[in-house]
T-cell receptor
Framework: GQNIDQPTEMTATEGAIVQINCTYQ??????LFWYQQHAGEAPTFLSY????GLEEKGRFSSFLSRSKGYSYLLLKELQMKDSASYLC?????????????FGAGTRLAVHP | EPEVTQTPSHQVTQMGQEVILRCVPI?????FYWYRQILGQKVEFLVS????????KSEIFDDQFSVERPDGSNFTLKIRSTKLEDSAMYFC??????????FGEGSWLTVV
């Protein structure tokens, strides 16, 4: 089966750094994605990892350890507009086709 | 930047009525998906579509649901007889074959 766990809520201060963790179990792992979702809007792509290690993209970085079934999203220099839900999603490849399986999301509140 | 477009953005329908949600994926993309998100819950996979047929569907995608690509550009999700629990945001997504899955802005469906 598939299981993706991430914390439900986090709070952080403007200008700070926050790390959002994600653990997963899946049978056909083919990459891990992080999406940002503001309330009532579509998920927007932030990052993608398929190999172990850190991927950096501006203020956002994402790390993957496939052996541990673990990823994190690191947000630096937090801004108020970063208040949103952050969705960890695993690309599952079964029978030759890919689909994304989403975690429940972590609601991040950034305060002054 | 290319985008996936969805119509309608909002629809209110009576229980038992048929609903068709429309999507125009990015023109050269090959894989198409429908996801749904019940308010306050996680994004859930419904169905994937490739080469003019369903490649995978979830347990949610029962006989009340169908998809088709009638004219080579539109990709539709039909719910034959809506139930209250079908109220959700429905997202269409498409991918060429690489790593970035593009989501549409979503269609809010409210069943009353």
């Amino acid at each position: 089966g598939q299981n993706i766990d991430q914390p439900t809520e986090m709070t952080a201060t403007e200008g700070a750094i926050v790390q959002i963790n994600c653990t997963y179990q899946t049978s056909g792992f083919n990459g891990l994605f992080w999406y940002q979702q503001h309330a009532g809007e579509a998920p927007t792509f932030l990052s993608y990892n398929v190999l172990d290690g850190l991927e950096e993209k501006g203020r956002f970085s994402s790390f993957l350890s496939r052996s541990k079934g673990y990823s994190y999203l690191l947000l630096k220099e937090l801004q108020m507009k970063d208040s949103a839900s952050y969705l960890c999603a695993v690309r599952d490849r079964i029978g030759g086709y890919n689909k994304l399986i989403f975690g429940a999301g972590t609601r991040l509140a950034v305060h002054p | 930047e290319p985008e996936v477009t969805q119509t309608p953005s909002h629809q209110v329908t009576q229980m038992g009525q048929e609903v068709i949600l429309r999507c125009v994926p990015i023109s050269n993309h090959l894989y198409f998906y429908w996801y749904r998100q019940i308010l306050g819950q996680k994004v859930e996979f419904l169905v994937s579509f490739y080469n003019n047929e369903i490649s995978e569907k979830s347990e949610i995608f029962d006989d009340q649901f169908s998809v088709e690509r009638p004219d080579g550009s539109n990709f539709t999700l039909k719910i034959r007889s809506t139930k209250l629990e079908d109220s959700a945001m429905y997202f269409c997504a498409s991918i060429l074959g690489g790593n970035t899955i593009y989501f549409g802005e979503g269609s809010w469906l409210t069943v009353v």
